[in-house]
């Protein structure tokens, strides 16, 4: 992963493409794989994500 400094002031979605995990995203999200969701959000450093607010 890249130094969490290079992420701040990024939106979500930026994070993402940034990352390389946009594309590996939507499976998690349409299956509700919460699990697979919060290893996504630890790896972009938003790990208190309320994945809630993707409902």
Same mark, same amino acid.
């Given at each position: %992963?890249? +130094? *969490?400094?290079?992420?701040?002031? %990024?939106?979500?979605? +930026?994070?993402?493409? #940034?990352?390389? @995990? #946009?594309?590996? #995203?939507? *499976? ?8 697979? @969701? *919060? @290893?996504? #959000?630890? +790896?972009?450093? @938003? +790990? ?8």
């Amino acid at each position: %992963m890249t +130094e *969490r400094a290079d992420l701040s002031g %990024m939106t979500v979605t +930026e994070r993402l493409a #940034f990352c390389g @995990l #946009f594309d590996g #995203f939507d *499976r998690p999200r349409g299956h509700w794989d919460v699990e697979a @969701l *919060r @290893l996504i #959000f630890a +790896e972009i450093g @938003l +790990e208190g994500y309320d994945i809630e607010q993707l409902r």
